[in-house]
């Protein structure tokens, strides 16, 4: 007789044994010469060495694929059990296809859209990505989650999350703290995406040990960003300087995404935004991909779609009158046009 212990401590239990111990009755069927035993985030085995090494191998294999991507149906975890061939090439469950990343307590981080989705597969074939869209199409959120995805599946060994530091009409020069008190509030919507996706104690380690960063853009000058998931969010609020200086930033292992509404520039007026700039010159290039999201992207309360239409209908009327007045105007001055 053999005896071996099996330590779960990588992996969410509840993923492992399932729900009411499903799982672990589907692993206890397969291996029934074995005696299996489960304690807290243990399994304890017993049977003959060669039961108890195949055991080893299969649980093993699942412990990586749950690493890896955080959750298992019941039919993905039996394939793995009875397939001998299985191994470091596991395949995707097919249920997790649209599956971003799991969050604390086994929340479940989706792309809810068709362009969420794209931005997920571009990800995988290009190593800078710009994600342009009005507000509340998820831009930030898939991205942060395509980062965490990343690190989790040991991709890249940090992440850096960026934005402008600049005021939405709003002064904020004259909060009371330290520098980082007064710039919490420009990086507020990253800390809040952080929050879904990490555990609070494993996010607070990741912070204290660099692995995740957030800072102003400005931070970035002078660096080489090497083996990292690098998200310029809010990028429409940077100059033509600064996201150069970003791009330029990027190492030979990492990977980037830029995002930005256009709608939503709030730089001075005797400054162009360098998203512009970027998004029209650099759309040619292989390895860069572009995925522009619209209304039908909207995740947020349903009155968000109905407010960036009208806001867009706005916007035409106000540029199709310009048009007018300019034509009329062009006609007074010289009637033969």
Do not use: C, W
């Not at 060669?50 to 649980?59: D, H, L, T």
């Not at 033509?240 to 709608?263: P, V």
């Not at 390895?287 to 999201?293: C, D, R, S, T, V």
């Amino acid at each position: 007789m053999t005896e071996a212990i099996i330590n779960l401590e990588t992996v969410n239990p509840i993923e492992f044994f399932g729900v009411n111990n499903s799982k672990f009755e589907i692993l206890k069927r397969k291996f029934p010469l074995l005696k299996l035993l489960s304690r807290g985030t243990q399994i304890k085995l017993s049977g003959q060495p060669e039961e108890v090494s195949a055991a080893q191998v299969k649980i093993g294999q699942v412990v990586q694929y749950l690493e890896r991507n955080g959750h298992l149906s019941e039919n993905y975890f039996s394939k793995i059990l009875g397939d001998e061939e299985q191994g470091e090439g596991l395949a995707e469950d097919p249920a997790n296809n649209d599956i971003l990343v799991f969050g604390p307590n086994g929340r479940v981080i989706r792309a809810k859209t068709q362009n969420q989705k794209l931005m997920a597969q571009a990800s995988e074939k290009n190593d800078i990505i710009f994600a342009i869209g009005p507000a509340g199409t998820g831009k930030t959120y898939t991205a942060v989650a395509l980062a965490v995805r990343a690190l989790k599946n040991k991709a890249v060994r940090k992440i850096i999350l960026t934005r402008p530091a600049v005021e939405a009409g709003e002064s904020l020069g004259f909060l009371p703290g330290d520098l980082k008190d007064k710039i919490d509030p420009y990086l507020r919507p990253l800390y809040d995406a952080l929050d879904d996706m990490i555990p609070s104690d494993k996010l607070n380690y990741y912070m204290a040990n660099r692995i995740i960063e957030i800072a102003p853009l400005a931070y970035m000058r002078g660096r080489t960003l090497d083996n990292a998931f690098i998200i310029l969010d809010e990028a429409q609020n940077s100059t033509d300087l600064q996201l150069k200086m970003f791009l330029t930033r990027i190492g030979s292992s990492a990977k980037a995404i830029i995002t930005g509404d256009l709608t939503q520039i709030d730089l001075p007026k005797n400054q162009q935004s360098g998203l512009i700039k970027a998004s029209k010159i650099l759309q040619n290039i292989e390895g860069i991909a572009q995925i522009k999201l619209d209304e039908a992207d909207v995740v947020r309360h349903r009155l968000v779609k109905m407010i960036i239409r009208a806001y867009d209908k706005d916007k035409a009327d106000e540029e199709a009158l310009e048009e007018k007045n300019k034509s009329e105007y062009q006609s007074k001055r010289d009637p033969r046009a």
